[in-house]
């Protein structure tokens, strides 16, 4: 069976980003809140955001709280901040892979990629 996961890295301070909260939203008639969950010390959650009978092929979204999390490491942000809440769109295809998301992630910059 296949799962979602995550993993965030603070580029700008060099570690793990640590208790950041992410929304998950499945897009299918509507937009459907899946789950908030926080990011652990290393910049991970404890179990997959999605698996078993709930993992289904479809259109997801991922919102990063970017902006709380500088503000809690004491990072000054400009009002409105640059970044803040981070979206990201992507889709399942196979239910029987792993699809795996990372976020690099600084105040003022994102990637993203598929990864493994």
Known sequence: MGQLTTHILDTAHGCP????????????????????????????????????????????????????????????????????EIPIRFGIADAGQHYHVPLLLSPFSYSTYRGS
């Open 17 to 84: 980003a640590s208790g950041v909260a992410i929304e998950l939203f499945r897009l299918s008639d509507g937009r459907q809140s899946l789950g908030r969950v926080r990011t652990n010390a290393d910049g991970r959650c404890d179990g997959p955001l999605l698996a078993g009978a709930d993992f289904l092929p479809g259109t997801y979204e991922l919102i990063f709280a970017a902006g709380d999390y500088f503000r809690a490491k004491g990072v000054e942000l400009a009002d409105p901040a640059f970044l803040d």
